[in-house]
Nanobody
Framework: QVQLVESGGGLVQPGGSLRLSCAAS????????MGWYRQAPGKQREVVAD???????NYADSVKGRFTISRDNANNTVYLQMDSMKTEDTAVYYC?????????????????WGQGTQVTVSS
């Protein structure tokens, strides 16, 4: 029903910046919260930041003041601007989009994950 296309990962030096993008498409009623998660080797997936449909952001304590999440509702795209990056930010980053769609005359709440993009912070 929903397709997500992530881009923007790569290799960056400590203190550097990267910008991730996630474009959503599909036959749905509306997109709701959009967010970014990450999973480092040997660790559980954790939330990095999310943003409501009205643009209210929330951040994990570990990225506050360094990362900025934003969204373009006209293009159903969510962004994650990552500045002052640290080696501990190294992980696979996943986009998550929550949405509602009509199914058999009922409104259904679902979510979808992106394919993941590798972010490596290393000198």
């Amino acid at each position: 029903q929903v397709q997500l296309v992530e881009s923007g990962g790569g290799l960056v030096q400590p203190g550097g910046s990267l910008r991730l993008s996630c474009a959503a498409s599909g036959s749905i009623d509306r997109f709701n919260d959009m967010g970014w998660y990450r999973q480092a080797p040997g660790k559980q997936r954790e939330v990095v930041a999310d943003i409501t449909s009205r643009g209210s952001p929330n951040y994990a304590d570990s990225v506050k003041g360094r990362f900025t999440i934003s969204r373009d509702n006209a293009n159903n795209t969510v962004y994650l601007q990552m500045d002052s990056m640290k080696t501990e930010d190294t992980a696979v980053y996943y986009c998550n989009v929550k949405y509602t769609r009509w199914a058999q005359m009922r409104l259904v709440f679902e979510d979808c994950w992106g394919q993941g993009t590798q972010v490596t912070v290393s000198s």
